[in-house]
């Protein structure tokens, strides 16, 4: 194995060690010791593999390191995902880019179920990946619980 680039998500840190995934691969790399990393953190860096057995990782450079929040918004959907949200069956799931960067997307759940459906959102893993593979700086969640809109923006 040689080094790798790319961009890395912290799913997990602690004193010792910490552990990245490849937002694009999704390869997950263990880290023989905590760089200074915290969890949800996403860095543009360089690993490389530990001799001599090369299973852990340790990052040899950071070029970019941030944090990407994910906040609920106040405000309501857009008309367009309003519009995306008339061509779904519930349980769907409509994407769209944004003009510029980022992408919408839009889920269509019961109403019953659509604070659930936020917080499942805006704790979810894959909200981070996502917006770090697009390579946005927030993530902004709008919903309309009597209709079951959920619209999820990553933003510039």
Do not use: C
Not at 70 to 93: C, F, K, N, W
């Amino acid at each position: 194995m040689s080094e790798k680039s790319g961009t890395f998500l912290v799913t997990h840190a602690d004193d010792d060690s910490a552990v990245l995934a490849d937002v694009r691969d999704t390869h997950v790399h263990t880290l023989s010791s905590n760089p200074g990393v915290e969890t949800g953190e996403v860095l543009e860096a360089t690993v490389s593999p530990d001799p001599p057995m090369e299973v852990t990782w340790s990052v040899t450079a950071v070029e970019e390191r941030k944090e990407i929040p994910v906040e609920r918004s106040a405000e309501r959907p857009t008309t367009q995902a309003y519009e995306m949200h008339d061509d779904l069956a519930e349980g769907d799931i409509a994407t769209t880019e944004r003009a510029g960067t980022g992408e919408v997307h839009v889920l269509a759940v019961p109403p019953e179920q659509t604070e659930d459906a936020v917080a499942d959102v805006a704790d979810d893993q894959a909200t981070l990946e996502r917006a770090a593979r697009l390579g946005v700086n927030r993530v902004e969640i709008r919903f309309d619980a009597d209709e079951g809109v959920v619209s999820v923006r990553y933003l510039p």
